[in-house]
């Protein structure tokens, strides 16, 4: 089996499935989750791949906000709507993923962009070396 695969991962995180369902169940709280199972049974019908990519979600958004609330207002606010009460309401609805994508998508844009060296200056300092 290679370290890669799903199964690998979901086992080194927990020793079983079950036991990897009720670490995410546990990290899933109310402040940061919304259920939308209609059943119990709905996070044991999880494949490895979606539960393991969960754990780690859920932990660094833990670690990162206290909050759906939270990172509703970082993500309105790298996105520059940091005062529009609508935008942050129509953000409510999102999945804790898509949000998380969102706000990880909206810092890469924020990151100042590094200059690409021109064929000048390359040409500049390969003279001087």
């Known amino acids: 089996m290679s370290t890669n695969a ?19 169940k546990a990290l899933a709280t109310d402040a940061l989750w919304i259920n939308r199972f ?4 709905g996070w ?3 494949s490895n791949r979606q ?11 833990g670690q990162r906000f206290a ?3 939270e990172l509703i207002s970082a993500i ?3 996105e520059g709507h940091g005062k529009d009460g609508d935008y942050k309401t129509s ?13 990880k998508s ?13 064929r000048k200056t390359r040409a500049a300092k390969a003279a001087k070396a």
Do not use: C, F, Y
């Open 6 to 24: 799903p199964i690998a991962k979901a086992l080194t995180l927990a020793g079983s499935k079950s036991e990897l369902v009720e670490k995410v």
């Open 67 to 69: 909050s759906r609330a």
């Open 76 to 78: 309105a606010t790298a």
């Open 38 to 41: 209609s059943k119990e049974d």
């Open 106 to 118: 909206a810092e890469r844009r924020a990151r100042p962009k590094k200059v690409a060296s021109s």
């Open 51 to 61: 539960l393991v990519r969960l754990h780690a979600l859920l932990t660094e958004v």
């Open 44 to 46: 044991a019908r999880l």
């Open 91 to 103: 953000l409510e609805r999102h999945p804790l993923p898509r949000l998380w994508d969102q706000l």
